[in-house]
């Protein structure tokens, strides 16, 4: 059997027995914890999805030791600067225990099996009124995006079209050439 809980912002798949390192809690060495931010416990053939939590689940720990993790090199350089830095970084953790996982059997929340969608005009009855209006209003702001391209469109044409009926004007130079002398 395990579970997957949420500890201190971090998701764990967690077994009875089992000994994981969460960030650093504020909780004294050798005391019992209770996680009841439970999403998720599988059992043998069963598994209760929680929605997001599952209600009146609860994760037993033991507190074993406060530890640092392993070193970690930063290390930032750029090349032909000359700026290189280096700095290490150890993270606080918690070793905890897993003791005991403990679902609610009264009103366990199972997984829903998935429905499939049959005919199109039942999906659009199962769309509530304001679904309807948002795509109402998009579909209103695609027609309206629409007009706009083909209002630039018709002027880009006219534009191209009053370019070919004024006659191309000869460029002249201020300079004379080297043929042509007073």
Known sequence: M????????????????????????????????????????????????????????????KVLEHVRGDKVIVFKKKRKKGY????????????????????????????????EKSAAPEAEAEVPAEKKETKKAAVKKTAVKKEAAEKVAEKKSTAKKAAEKKPAEKKTTARKSAGEKK
């Open 84 to 115: 290189r830095v280096k700095n290490g970084h150890r993270q606080n953790l918690t070793q905890v225990e897993i003791i005991n996982i403990l679902a609610e059997k009264s009103s366990p929340r199972k997984a829903a099996p998935v429905k």
């Open 2 to 61: 395990y579970a997957i809980v949420e500890i201190a912002g971090q998701q764990f798949k967690v077994e009875e027995g089992k000994k994981i390192f969460t960030h650093r809690l504020d909780i004294e060495e050798g005391t019992s914890i209770d996680f009841d931010k439970v999403l998720l416990i599988a059992g043998d053939d069963n598994v209760i999805v929680g929605e997001p939590v599952i209600d009146g689940a609860i994760v037993e720990g």
